[in-house]
């Protein structure tokens, strides 16, 4: 029969708001979660991560914020940019050893 | 810079081959990653070595297998390539719990 594959989500946001991209983990003994962007024809390029020990980690206009209670993970983009447009994983790792895992992409699509 | 390569951009092989995709890091990281990336399905994990000669299994190790001889280099064997195996690859090193450093990516096409 024909397989129907999985679609990325999508996030559409005018050039010069602000992007929250979220992503939900599976291993509440994960250690630390880290953010990538992936441009076409390009490897994953990290962003930012943060340990589970924080709640919130700022870099320059990207914010990542960590809710254990709820296993969610957020990336925040500031004033969006036609370079931002790519897709974003998060990721988790070190819980019993450095293994990473990726959740499955968000794709950010800047508006003119 | 940190630096992540990978031998081939493109390769395309026959049902049947043996496949050999090469990666190499100039960081020392103890940590080195194959994945395979598809459309809809992001990143899996296929087998991943925290040292020389020290390999796990990840997510979907079937049909592959890997070897770490030194420190720097890491090479992903399809023993028997098949079309399900027409795939984005991936390779990564990290040290310790840290966030890895991608390779280009190596797309192969298996007809």
């Known amino acids: 029969g024909e397989s129907v594959g999985l679609h990325l989500p999508t996030l559409s946001v005018q050039e010069g708001d602000n992007s929250i991209i979220n992503c939900a983990y599976s291993?509440?003994?994960?250690?630390?979660f880290i953010w990538y962007k992936q441009e076409s024809g390009k490897g994953p390029q990290f962003i930012i991560d943060?340990?589970?020990?924080?709640d919130k980690r700022q870099g320059q206009r990207v914010t990542v914020l960590l809710n254990k209670t709820v296993k969610h993970l957020s990336l925040q983009i500031a004033a969006t940019q036609p370079g931002d447009s790519a897709v974003y994983f998060c990721?988790?790792?070190?819980?019993?050893?450095?293994?990473?895992?990726f959740g499955k992409g968000t794709r950010l699509h800047i508006l003119p | 810079d940190v630096k992540v390569t990978q031998s081939s951009r493109y390769l395309v092989k026959r049902t049947g081959e043996k496949v050999f995709l090469e990666c190499v890091q100039d960081?020392?990281?103890?940590?080195m990653f194959w994945y395979r990336q598809d459309p809809g399905l992001g990143l899996r994990l296929i087998y991943f070595?925290?040292?020389?000669?020290?390999?796990e299994k990840g997510d979907i190790p079937e049909g592959y297998s890997v070897s770490r001889e030194k420190k720097e280099r890491f090479s992903l064997i399809l023993e028997s390539a098949s079309t399900n195996q027409t795939s984005m690859y991936l390779c990564?090193?990290?040290?310790?719990?840290?966030?890895?450093?991608f390779g280009q990516g190596t797309r192969l096409t298996v007809v």
């Open positions: 070595s925290y040292d020389v000669k020290m390999k």
């Open positions: 943060i340990r589970s020990n924080m």
């Open positions: 960081m020392d990281h103890e940590n």
């Open positions: 990564a090193s990290s040290q310790g719990a840290r966030g890895a450093f």
């Open positions: 291993n509440s003994a994960s250690d630390y």
């Open positions: 990721a988790e790792g070190g819980d019993r050893d450095d293994k990473i895992i």
